[in-house]
Each structure stands twice: as structure tokens, then as C-alpha cells.
């Protein structure tokens, strides 16, 4: 790892400055894929949102090319094909029958069962509180 500790007095930690090239890699390493910034971060000895940092600057930044050039070259649109992929699905399920709410109550020996339509699920809730207040 090539980097610079800055000299400071005093038990503070050191704030690390990091050369061109480390930072360079570390955002080539970013690029790869399948390589999350976290991983590539933690393999550098460098904090996940300051490796971010670097990738967001080093995508902002133009390439190396002189600025003159780049400005006379005419800009030409690319044209993207996009792929229609079909997918079979399964044929949708044939709605199952429903089934009724049964609720059993016991309190000592006596036991209760209620068997409420499930199309009228709100009123069995209603029914419910006003039974358990």
C-alpha cells in the first residue's frame, strides 16, 4: 500500500493522503466485474465511501486526451440494440376455493367454534374486537 502519513503533533490520528497510482488501481480494481466498492475498499485499507469518492471523481473526470481535440471531434450518436427476450410463464392458477375462518374459544370447560365466511373477513375482525374488550 503506497501511502504518505502527513506529520502531525500530538496522540491524533494521522490523516492518510494517498498517492495517484494507489487510487488509481483501487478504482481500476472498482471496475471489474462483479467487485463491490465495499470489498475492494476493505482489501485496500481504505473506507468504502472515500474509495466512492474516488470512483464518482475519476468518473467525472475527462479522459487524459487534450480538451482542443475533444472539442473538434464531431459527436456522433450510438445506436444500442436492445434484445426482446420471451419468457413462457406458467399458465395462472385456478383459484382455489376458499376456505372460512374458524375461530375456537375455550374458557373452562365450555368451547365455542365460529366459522365465518372469509368474504366477510372486516366484519369477523369487528366482531372479533367487540368479543375481546
Excluded: Y
Excluded at 47 to 76: F, G, I, S, T, Y
Excluded at 106 to 130: K, L, N
Amino acid at each position: 500500500m503506497t501511502t504518505i502519513l502527513n506529520n502531525q503533533a500530538g496522540p491524533r490520528r494521522r490523516r492518510r493522503v494517498h498517492s495517484d497510482e494507489f487510487k488509481a488501481r483501487a478504482v481500476a480494481s472498482c471496475m471489474q466485474p462483479g467487485m463491490s466498492v465495499a470489498a475492494v475498499a476493505m482489501a485496500h485499507g481504505v473506507n468504502a465511501n472515500l474509495l466512492r469518492r474516488w470512483v464518482r471523481e475519476a468518473e467525472m473526470k475527462p479522459p487524459a486526451r487534450d480538451l482542443a481535440q475533444v472539442a473538434e471531434q464531431p459527436v456522433q450518436a450510438t445506436r444500442r440494440e436492445t434484445l426482446f427476450v420471451p419468457v413462457n410463464l406458467p399458465p395462472p392458477a385456478a383459484p382455489t376455493a376458499q376456505v372460512d375462518i374458524r375461530i375456537e374459544l375455550q374458557r373452562g370447560a365450555a368451547a365455542v367454534t365460529v366459522t365465518w365466511p372469509v368474504s366477510a373477513a372486516a366484519e369477523c375482525a369487528t366482531w372479533m374486537r367487540e368479543l375481546l374488550r
